[in-house]
């Protein structure tokens, strides 16, 4: 007996409405770090960026690896395996 091989199947493609929401979102994220968070905080960016310069970089990139770590503890479907 033979048999033959399946062609592969095509991958799954995003519906554009699915892409034009996520764009959308992404839009209202930055507008909103951009503009509404220093005009609601009283910081300009200037203020922000003097500051941002007071903290060593490998800081920054540990704040930064904080901050991945406990997006991925709250985004698995699972319940999180984060220590308590």
Known sequence: MTTTAMP??????RPAW???RTLTIAAVV???FVVALPSVSGAPWLQI???????PY???GLLALLWAAGCSCT???S???CPA
Do not use: I, Y
């Open 79 to 81: 319940p999180p395996r």
């Open 8 to 13: 592969p199947a095509a991958s799954p493609r």
């Open 58 to 60: 490998w800081e920054l």
């Open 30 to 32: 930055v507008a909103l």
């Open 49 to 55: 960026g003097l500051q941002l310069q007071q903290v």
């Open 75 to 77: 985004r698995s479907p």
């Open 18 to 20: 699915a892409t034009a």
